[in-house]
Nanobody, 116 residues
Framework: QVQLVESGGGLVQAGGSLRLSCAAS????????MGWYRQAPGKQREWVAT???????NYADSVKGRFTISRDNAKNTVYLQMNSLKPEDTAVYYC??????????WGQGTQVTVSS
């Protein structure tokens, strides 16, 4: 069984920063892509950022220049550094991991709330 454990969410004022972490454990094959998604109340889940096994990154336009995704392959962990946070960034953030067999795993979600 594979588990993804997220941490780092919380309440922050607009303009502040948070760092999310997501650690994968269990019977997981070699990890390929790792990423973050978010879901605001009443909205569909949306893609935020991804990082490949080689370190290539991609970002949604809404977070480009403010968020940075990174990974530690030795720890099977992905991070999301979020700076210059805005109230519209408020959402539940989910990590997503895909292994070499193309199996996809999701974290349980961590709440990020940005007050104005």
């Amino acid at each position: 069984q594979v588990q993804l454990v997220e941490s780092g969410g919380g309440l922050v004022q607009a303009g502040g920063s948070l760092r999310l972490s997501c650690a994968a454990s269990g019977s997981i094959f070699s990890i390929n892509g790792m990423g973050w998604y978010r879901q605001a109340p009443g909205k569909q889940r949306e893609w935020v950022a991804t990082i490949s096994s080689g370190g290539s990154t991609n970002y949604a336009d809404s977070v480009k220049g403010r968020f940075t995704i990174s990974r530690d392959n030795a720890k099977n962990t992905v991070y999301l550094q979020m700076n210059s946070l805005k109230p519209e960034d408020t959402a539940v953030y989910y990590c997503r991991v895909q292994d070499s067999r193309a199996y996809v795993y999701w974290g349980q979600g961590t709440q990020v709330t940005v007050s104005s």
